[in-house]
């Protein structure tokens, strides 16, 4: 069982909420928990050095941004081929999202997926029609699929199972 601090339990809690959209998060962060910005920074830096948190990311609300056009590529591509095709689709600004699946036959044959948010469907299709043309990914089994329906986007969540309190 890890053991950690009681101030490391309310900075995990606190960060379930996301970071506050000011200039200075871990400051205020810390204002709230009665800890200083750089002491912030250096528990979260131990926290995943430690490996209690294993990923730090960002939820991006693209809908409130106006990005209303968002299409989930999908290619039908050769084992051999589809690390290094991902590296080379991850590698355009405008993939937002790219990683590889198991195939599901015989309804679902792709095994390379890459996400595109737009704010216009036409300006999305020549986007991927960029990623097909460049990468000479043409003449692969491939679809589009454009979001119908939104869903929320939340913080992972976690309770204690597997951490202690120190002392």
Request: glycine share 8%; aromatic share 8%; proline share 4%.
């Amino acid at each position: 069982m890890i053991e950690i601090a009681d101030k490391d339990h309310q900075l995990l809690a606190r960060l379930a909420d996301g970071l506050p959209l000011v200039s200075r998060p871990y400051a205020e962060m810390g204002a709230e928990l009665g800890l200083s910005e750089d002491d912030v920074i250096a528990r979260l830096r131990h926290l995943v050095d430690s490996g209690i948190i294993r990923r730090f990311g960002l939820i991006v609300r693209h809908h409130e941004l106006g990005y209303r056009a968002n299409a989930m590529s999908v290619w039908d591509v050769p084992d051999d081929e589809v690390d290094a095709l991902g590296a080379d689709l991850a590698a355009y600004p405008f993939v937002t999202l790219c990683y590889r699946r198991r195939r599901q036959p015989p309804r679902w044959p792709y095994n390379l997926f890459a996400m595109v948010h737009g704010k216009e469907r036409a300006h999305v299709l020549s986007q991927i029609a960029q990623l097909n043309e460049q990468l000479g990914l043409e003449h692969l089994r491939h679809h589009v699929l454009f979001s119908t329906k939104r869903y929320k986007q939340s913080a992972a969540r976690f309770g204690d199972r597997g951490l202690a309190k120190a002392g």
